[in-house]
């Protein structure tokens, strides 16, 4: 009788951490996609929400090719990196007169400050963009698209 008590203490103990475990995963797990937003929006969504997680913003225009390039590569890896924060903002939205010539380009933010700046395609060191590049342009910041920092 004593077995079975310890036994149903261990299984209740177990479902507990289990169940916490998967809560805390779910929540790493919530965006899964690329969220356009706006000037005013920019503190609360992007800088704000980096002190969580890696937040990715992409300033492009609608209009060139390179950013609806990149902006396709960004939604697949929002798919696959779920626990990453993908934004899509207008350039001149949120840099009056930015120059259409240095887009796309895509700000890397975390813990509140900007980690790195991607202008261009180019800077991307690759011919033929995709978004297993994308991925190893991010992951040069740091543990960006990985499997370990899904878990993490």
């Known amino acids: 009788m004593q077995?079975?008590?310890?036994?149903?203490?261990?299984?209740?103990?177990?479902?507990?951490?289990?169940?916490?475990?998967?809560k805390e995963?779910?929540?790493r797990r919530r965006y899964g996609t690329v969220s356009s937003i706006q000037?005013?929006?920019?503190?609360?969504?992007?800088?704000?929400?980096?002190?969580?997680?890696?937040?990715?913003v992409l300033l492009n225009q609608d209009k060139i090719l390179g950013c609806q390039v990149l902006l396709h590569c960004l939604v697949q890896l929002a798919?696959?990196?779920?626990?990453?924060?993908?934004?899509?903002?207008?350039?001149?939205?949120?840099?009056?007169?930015?120059p259409n010539e240095n887009l796309p380009m895509l700000l890397v933010y975390k813990d509140g400050q900007c980690k790195?700046?991607?202008?261009?395609?180019?800077?991307?060191?690759?011919?033929?963009?995709?978004?297993?590049?994308v991925a190893a342009g991010l992951n040069e910041v740091g543990p960006i698209c990985t499997e370990a920092n899904m878990a993490a």
């Open 39 to 56: 000037r005013a929006d920019f503190v609360r969504e992007v800088t704000e929400a980096s002190r969580e997680c890696w937040v990715i």
């Open 116 to 133: 790195r700046t991607i202008v261009g395609l180019r800077s991307l060191g690759v011919d033929r963009i995709s978004p297993e590049s």
């Open 79 to 98: 798919q696959q990196y779920q626990h990453l924060k993908f934004i899509s903002m207008l350039s001149t939205d949120c840099i009056p007169d930015y």
């Open 25 to 27: 995963a779910a929540n």
């Open 3 to 22: 077995d079975d008590f310890e036994e149903d203490s261990f299984l209740e103990t177990y479902r507990q951490i289990r169940l916490a475990q998967l």
